[in-house]
Structure formats: structure tokens, C-alpha cells
């Protein structure tokens, strides 16, 4: 991103004032494994990007919100007031949101002019959503000084998604945004909030993200539904043994309580969140010891048990993993994010970048007629201040 262009586009949009232009970053993030775990109080192990959304922003005068993008045409002015309505599924309801939800929290807001500005692919299960909300959250806590932790900007760009743009999500997107570090993976614990920042030492191999580019339609129904399906399970095992979520089940205490679901399909889902809280664990006990073949396999064991149990992958991810499988330098390749499109991770030595780019994308435009996008990932920071331009 050049920060220059941005500020040029910001004064041709805004034109110039003696108050200071303000730059922030947040970035997108790459979940390696613990998928669909964070709502049920389990373990993820995401990193940041170093792609995501930048944010120049100036105090006006005017008691006026002006929210513009270089990415879409949209844009809005929304007069400051006590509390702001959604429009419709318009991008500004990430940040306004996250702006409503600082002023429940007494934050008092002075007019802003804001150009945002993202190089991280929409709707591709990368967290741009995310990205601007902890962008927002970042700027509003450095231009009004309100000494908010990062930790509780985290919680409030989840809220943000959750009750004013109305996603139920989990905590992991906002999470890694937000307390990302570069070259390393954070893990977290979803129920406690404990976390560990994991050095990625990943020597001759690379993070490659292939995005599907399949529009991701009932996404956000299909991901409410799982939602209630583990609820469900929760409550069912809970006339046996009260447990507050699936992920306080071990896998053997599973296997003798499962028979109190009264749903096949229920339990499945059960089976791939406490499947998979262990095998997050034993991948972060490989990566430690260095083994990254078995780290590999247990993200392969991940994509498999989505595609089997959770079923929230589809054609064109399960193709992306398959072909990326028979490459013989892919270590490992699942599903990230929500599912059912979007993208794929996968661990590929160095050396086999360029097969697995040509192969990959050659038979997935074969097999599914769409063409593949493939980012080698560089793990970056979580949201910070690039300064006063
Ligand atoms: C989306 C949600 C996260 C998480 C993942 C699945 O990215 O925003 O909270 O639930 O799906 O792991």
C-alpha cells in the first residue's frame, strides 16, 4: 500500500483543513487450525496477514461521520447522534458499528473524515471485515485517547459484528486483527482468553492461501445453523453431564456421552469441535518439537472432518485440497475460515511454489470452471498506528 497515493486520494475527497491526517493498519488473518472451534469455547491457532485495511482519518468540524473506501463506490455521512442504524448490508456498518458500540461504552465521538482503504480480497474468508473493524477500534482509541487494552478493542469489534451488523461470529477473526505478531501464530484458548504467541518456524516451507473466488451465498445462515446444531448437543449432553460447552468434552468422554444426542447429524457436528480442539493441540505440541510433517497431517485430519462432519466445504474447497494434496511438496492443505467458499491454507515447500500454483490452479479451473487466486502469506502485526502523515 502506498501511503502517499492514499493521502493524495484522501485531500482530492476531502480537501486540505490544518488539522493532522491520521494513518492506521489492521490486518487480515489465516486460521492454520482449530476451525469452527471459537464459539464453542475451544482452541484456534490463527496468524496475522500482512495484508489488510488501512485507515486515514481527520477531525472536521461538522459533527459529521464521512466513511469512504478506495474498494467500493459506497459511501456515507452519518450525522454524529447517540446511537446509529444499520444500512442494509452497506461496508460502513463495520466501522459505524464499531463506533456505536465505543459510544455505548462513553466514548464521546467529534465529526471525522475517514478513507479506508483494504488490499486484502472481500468476502474471501480472509477477515477484511475484521481488518476494519479493529482498524476503527485502533484509530478511535489513539485520536480520542481512551486508553482502551487491546484486548477489549478485540471484544468490541466482536460486538460490533455481532449486534450491529448482525454475524453471530466467534472471537478469532477480531483476535488475530488485533493481537497478531509477525512470524508468529497465536494460540488461543477461546473460553479463558489465555493466549501464547508461537514463533512460525517453518524453514524452506511457505503459507499458501488459495482463495476459491466462489461467492459465498448462504454463508452467514449456513454458519448460524452449526451454531445452533452445537448448542443443541450442548444441551443434550448436558441432561447427563452439565457442561458449559462441547470443547470442556474430551474425546473419549464423547464417545460415552454421544448417545444422548438424539440427532446423527448433531453429533457429528459435536464430533468435529472436540475432534478438532484435539487436534489443534497435538499440531501446536508438533510445531514446538518441530515436526511439521505431523503438523501437516493433523491440518489435512482438519479439512477432513469439516468436509465429513461439520460439512461446510463443498466442491471447490474439497477440489483446492485434493489437488493440492498430490502435490508431493504440500505438507499439509484444509478449508480456513467460516467454509463454504472462500479459501484454503496450505503448508508447501519452497520449491514446489510454482508446480503447485500451475498444477493446483490448471486442474481446479478444469474441474470447477472458476479461476484460483494464490497469495504466499507473509505473517505480519495485529493493528497499530503507522502515524500522523
Ligand atoms: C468465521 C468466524 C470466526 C470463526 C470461523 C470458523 O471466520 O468469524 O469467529 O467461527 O468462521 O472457525
Not at 220 to 248: F, G, Q, T
Not at 310 to 323: I, N, R
Not at 331 to 342: D, E, K, L
Request: glycine letters at 8%.
Amino acid at each position: 500500500m502506498n501511503i502517499d497515493e492514499l493521502k493524495n486520494d484522501f485531500l482530492n475527497l476531502y480537501g486540505s483543513s490544518d488539522m493532522e491526517i491520521h494513518a492506521y493498519f489492521a490486518p487480515g488473518r489465516v486460521n492454520l487450525i482449530g476451525e469452527h472451534t471459537d464459539y464453542n469455547g475451544g482452541y484456534v491457532f490463527p496468524c496475522a496477514l500482512s495484508f489488510g485495511t488501512y485507515l486515514l482519518v481527520r477531525k472536521n468540524q461538522e459533527k459529521v461521520l464521512r466513511f469512504a473506501t478506495t474498494n467500493f463506490d459506497h459511501r456515507a455521512e452519518v450525522p454524529v447522534s447517540q446511537s446509529y442504524s444499520k444500512e442494509g448490508d452497506a461496508w460502513t456498518n463495520y466501522p459505524l458499528g464499531v463506533i456505536d458500540e465505543l459510544q455505548k461504552q462513553s466514548m464521546s465521538v467529534e465529526g471525522l473524515d475517514m478513507l479506508y482503504s483494504g488490499d486484502i480480497p472481500n468476502g474471501a474468508g480472509l477477515s477484511s471485515s475484521a481488518s476494519i473493524e479493529m482498524v476503527t477500534g485502533t484509530a478511535m482509541n489513539d485520536l480520542f485517547g481512551l486508553q482502551i487494552e487491546k484486548m477489549d478493542l478485540v471484544k468490541i469489534g466482536q460486538k460490533a459484528e455481532n449486534n450491529f451488523v448482525g454475524v453471530n461470529c466467534g472471537i478469532m477473526d477480531q483476535f488475530a486483527s488485533g493481537m497478531g505478531e509477525k512470524d508468529h501464530a497465536l494460540f488461543l484458548n477461546c473460553e479463558t482468553l489465555d493466549y501464547e504467541r508461537v514463533p512460525l518456524v517453518l524453514k524452506g516451507i511457505r503459507i499458501v492461501i488459495t482463495n476459491t473466488n466462489l461467492r459465498r451465498g448462504l454463508a452467514d445462515s449456513k454458519y448460524n445453523e452449526r451454531r445452533s446444531e452445537c448448542d443443541k448437543a450442548v444441551e443434550e449432553i448436558s441432561k447427563v453431564k452439565p457442561v458449559p460447552n462441547l470443547s470442556r468434552l474430551s474425546l473419549n468422554e464423547f464417545k460415552e456421552l454421544s448417545e444422548n444426542i438424539s440427532s446423527e447429524v448433531v453429533r457429528r457436528r459435536a464430533h468435529h469441535v472436540i475432534s478438532e480442539n484435539d487436534r489443534t493441540l497435538r499440531a501446536i505440541k508438533a510445531l514446538n518439537e518441530g515436526d511439521i510433517e505431523a503438523f501437516g497431517q493433523l491440518m489435512n485430519a482438519s479439512h477432513d472432518s469439516l468436509r465429513d462432519d461439520y460439512e461446510v466445504t463443498g466442491k471447490e474447497l474439497d477440489t483446492l485440497v485434493d489437488e493440492a494434496r498430490k502435490i508431493p511438496g504440500t505438507i499439509g492443505s484444509r478449508m480456513t475460515g467460516a467454509g463454504f467458499g472462500g479459501c484454503t491454507v496450505s503448508l508447501v515447500k519452497e520449491d514446489a511454489i510454482d508446480e503447485f500454483i500451475s498444477v493446483v490452479g490448471e486442474n481446479y479451473k478444469k474441474k470447477i470452471g472458476l479461476t484460483a487466486d494464490f497469495y504466499i502469506a507473509e505473517v505480519g502485526d495485529g493493528a497499530k498506528k503507522i502515524g500522523v502523515i
